[in-house]
């Protein structure tokens, strides 16, 4: 069924159910006939039985005499069918049906039919089907006709189907608009090309297009490309930079816990300073106020040098003496500056002198007159002592007041180097998440430079795709 053509199953389509409707028909009219014959035989048969009782009984009532008479009138064929031995059946003869039914043992019944009577239905139905046969030859004829537009019409939309499968989508049909379906699927068929005309038009502005934006995706994908290859070199230069930068921050950082350890000790040597300052001031106060009462008592001495004229010489000795060891006493105590030592060695050459001079009053007497002279110049001294003693009682009180604030600014280097430690250490800690971020940004970098390098291959197989595609669809006649 496969391997027949379109003409072929049309003609299979039609002719077969037509046949066999025509067998049909030709069967029921000869069945309708053979059943009409059968219903009148059977009705002549049953007439006559019931006439060959009535007579049965009729003839039963008439006398021996009356049955020879009847006898003697019947006719030759009528004699014949009374000795038949043929019952209760329908003969054919001479243009008629015969029907012979037995009356009792000697008489029979004969009924005749022309046979006019039944060849007239059966030329009814002969008529009916000549009619059946001729409109089953003017349904062929439609049918064949019917047909042949059928497989031309086809044949049409199969050449132009075939030749837009054949890469030409200008072909058309053209059929004009009717309530014909073929006319109607023609029409489709045109739509349908027209549409893949359409499409293929689309495809390849498409392309054009899509080759355009590959070029500028292909462009874009190199520019990004290269600014990747940049910004990775950057990023391993400022990587590089960081570690360094981390290095010399842990290095400050170092400096820094160094310089407050320093800083520290130096404020502990200028507190150490600023107490033997204190000391030393008080000292030198102590040994002011000794310079005054030695000044006080050269100036009582003065006075009571005046008074005792007997012992000048001795004075004057001891005057010349008391002159030089004070003289030494102010040297050792300029020397002693913060110890004072020399006052005990100037306190025992002063006690040996006294002994010297309790046993040499002789020698104090002849000194007395240079004694009077030298405790005026003993008494300027020691004013000028006191005056350079306040000084420098000053001056030292400055210097413990510079230590203090050398203290102090020691206290506040050690805390801001306290504080440049932390936030050193703090700064290394965020350089080294730093140098981590750069790290995985150089990282990431390296993998944009990787999707930069996917992005200009795949633009180069959009564009070679869109080529191909574009290349493809030109074979297409539109």
Known sequence: MNRLTIKEKLALVSIVPLTLMLLVLIALIFGETSSRNADSQQRMQQEANNLAQVLSSSINELSSSQIQQLNSSLTHSQ?????????????????????????????????????????????????????????????????????RYIVRTLTQMRLVTDQACGNDLTVRLNYPEGRDDLRGLGNHIDNLIATRQRVVKSLLEVCRKLQEQADVLLNNASNSNQLSIDQRQHLDSLATAMEEMTVTVSDVTNHAEDTSKETQNASRDAEKGLSQIHTTIGTIEQLVNDVQSAANAVSQVNVNAAKIDAVV?????????????????????????????????????????????????????????????????????????????????????????????????????????????????????????????????????????????????ASQNVGTIAGDLAAQLSRLKI
């Not at 009792?104 to 002969?126: C, E, G, I, R």
């Not at 002789?362 to 008494?379: C, D, Y």
């Not at 150089?442 to 993998?447: I, P």
């Open 79 to 147: 004699i014949q069918a009374k000795s038949s031995s043929t019952y209760n059946q329908v003969i054919e003869q001479q243009g008629q049906y015969q029907l012979l039914v037995p009356i009792n043992n000697q008489w029979q019944l004969v009924l005749k039919q022309p046979q006019q009577t039944l060849q007239t239905v059966a030329a009814s139905h002969s008529t009916t089907l000549a009619f059946l046969i001729l409109l089953l030859v003017a349904s062929l004829g439609l049918t064949a006709s019917i047909s």
């Open 313 to 457: 010489a001795t004075i004057n000795g001891i005057s010349e003496q008391t002159n030089l060891l004070a003289l030494n006493a102010a040297i050792e105590a300029a020397r002693a500056g913060h110890h004072g030592r020399g006052f005990a060695v100037v306190a025992d050459e002063v006690r040996s002198l006294a002994s010297r001079t309790q046993s040499a009053t002789v020698e104090i007497q002849q000194m007395i007159e240079e004694l009077q002279s030298g405790t005026s110049n003993l008494e300027s001294l020691m004013h000028s002592t006191t005056n350079r003693a306040e000084q420098g009682q000053q001056l030292i009180s400055l210097t413990g007041e510079g230590l203090q604030q050398i203290a102090s600014h020691s206290e506040k280097i050690f805390n801001m180097n306290d504080h440049i430690a932390t936030a050193a250490g703090q700064q290394s800690g965020v350089m080294n998440d730093i140098s981590g971020n750069l790290l995985r940004i150089r990282n990431q970098s390296h993998d944009a430079e990787q999707a930069a390098n996917d992005s200009v291959s």
